[in-house]
């Protein structure tokens, strides 16, 4: 049935994609040129303001920092990893996605009520990414446990095997 029964099923996976394909290496170093360039750039904006900002506009700062530095980090953590780990990526990807529209969401709508107009388009906007980001958050988590449960009967085969 199987040439090596007494191989663990990490191993196994493992001899099946030994390298991060090269999609998924260049997705990881975009992700972390993107994020480091993002960071770099509101932090200069945000550093080299002559006065002082109001506290709204700090935060959002704040918030598009470390987004942009939370990126990075999924990206050179992508780029550093030999083999793809059962599509673990892609739920921390999803998540880090939905987590940043929902906070650009509420910044954007703040701002629009704060203002007194706009709020609609905000709203909308909002929802439609958010909708995407959550859409990827559960496509992930399905590719995942399908994954998991094929190593699990790899396992079963091979305590049956071995």
């Not at 992700?31 to 932090?43: I, K, T």
């Not at 700090?58 to 942009?68: D, I």
């Not at 050179?76 to 780990?85: D, E, H, I, K, Q």
């Not at 992930?140 to 091979?158: F, G, I, P, Y």
Request: charged share 15%; proline share 5%; aromatic share 6%.
């Amino acid at each position: 049935m199987n040439d090596e029964p007494n191989l663990p099923a990490e191993e196994m996976i493992g001899r099946l994609s030994p390298v991060l394909s090269p999609w998924r290496r260049l997705r990881g170093v975009v992700a972390l040129v993107s994020g480091l360039a993002g960071a770099v750039c509101a932090g200069s904006l945000w550093a080299t303001e002559p006065a002082v900002l109001p506290g709204r506009t700090r935060l959002a700062f704040a918030v598009f920092t470390l987004v942009c530095l939370a990126w990075a980090g999924y990206g050179a953590w992508l780029v550093t990893r030999r083999t793809p780990l059962l599509a673990l990526d892609r739920v921390i990807a999803g998540w880090f996605a939905l987590t940043a529209s929902i906070a650009t969401t509420v910044i954007i709508a703040v701002a629009a009520v704060q203002r007194g107009a706009g709020l609609a388009p905000a709203l909308a906007t909002g929802a439609v990414v958010i909708a995407v980001s959550g859409v990827l958050v559960v496509r992930a988590h399905v590719r995942r446990a399908a994954l998991l449960r094929r190593k699990r009967e790899l396992e079963a085969v091979r305590q049956i095997g071995g």
